[in-house]
């Protein structure tokens, strides 16, 4: 079974409005989860670096303000994207790396679609 | 910075047959992990090898095997009898040792991969 959880898979809002997807390390502490980013066909970039209690990492060139990140416990991240368009509309998924970190592990990933 | 180049936008193979998808990188690092990742059209994210970069052995996992060459920095994946279930793109990621479990996963662009009946 998975491990690492994603919520929603699927989401749709109106512009301009904000929405939360949540990323959950299912049995394991994950002081940090990592967000990405899918256009379609296109490889994951990675748009930031979630650390448990303190503030995430972004990637050069992703808005800090828009996509807000939140890393309250040792088993959960989230990720929200405020102020919503049409642009912002895209596959995002998550990944944690469990015990010594050879081993990540991928969210099932959540498509979201502003209109 | 590292870089991970994969030269094979798409490849195609017959079923039962034998394909190999393409993966070089560039770092600075000697200690390192690289990983191949296959996605199928649900978009789920799995790990299908990885290897150790201090490990000379190529790592195997049933039909999936490794060329690992660190001088020339090439990770290639061999897939052996391949099966439908088989079809789907494959990312060749790298990963940083050097902090542990905190280092993020640096993706190539991927190889779609088809596998014909």
């Known amino acids: 079974g998975a491990v690492v959880s994603q919520h929603p898979s699927r989401v749709i809002c109106k512009s301009g409005t904000s929405v939360k997807i949540e990323c959950r390390s299912l049995d394991f502490q994950a002081t940090t989860m990592f967000w990405y980013r899918q256009f379609p066909k296109k490889s994951l970039m990675l748009m930031a670096t979630s650390n448990e209690g303190s503030k995430a990492t972004y990637e050069q060139g992703v808005e800090k303000d828009k996509f807000l990140i939140n890393h309250a416990s040792l088993t959960l991240s989230t990720l929200t994207v405020t102020s919503a368009h049409p642009e912002d509309s895209s596959f995002y998924i998550c990944?944690?790396?469990?015990?010594?970190?050879?081993?990540?592990?991928f969210g099932e990933g959540s498509w979201l679609t502003v209109v | 910075a590292q870089t991970v180049t994969q030269s094979q936008p798409e490849m195609s193979v017959q079923e039962a047959e034998t394909v190999t998808l393409s993966c070089t990188y560039d770092t600075s690092e000697s200690d390192y992990y690289l990983f191949w990742y296959k996605q199928p059209p649900s978009r789920q994210m799995i790990l299908v090898i990885r290897q150790e970069a201090y490990k000379q052995q190529n790592a195997t996992e049933n039909r999936f095997s490794v060329n690992f060459q660190k001088a020339a920095k090439s990770f290639s994946l061999k897939i052996s009898d391949s099966q439908l279930g088989d079809a789907a793109m494959y990312f060749c990621?790298?990963?940083?040792?050097?902090?542990?479990?905190?280092?993020?996963?640096?993706f190539g662009t991927g190889t779609r991969l088809t596998i014909i009946p």
């Open positions: 990621a790298y990963r940083s040792a050097f902090r542990g479990g905190n280092e993020k996963l640096t």
């Open positions: 990944s944690a790396a469990r015990g010594s970190g050879n081993t990540i592990y």
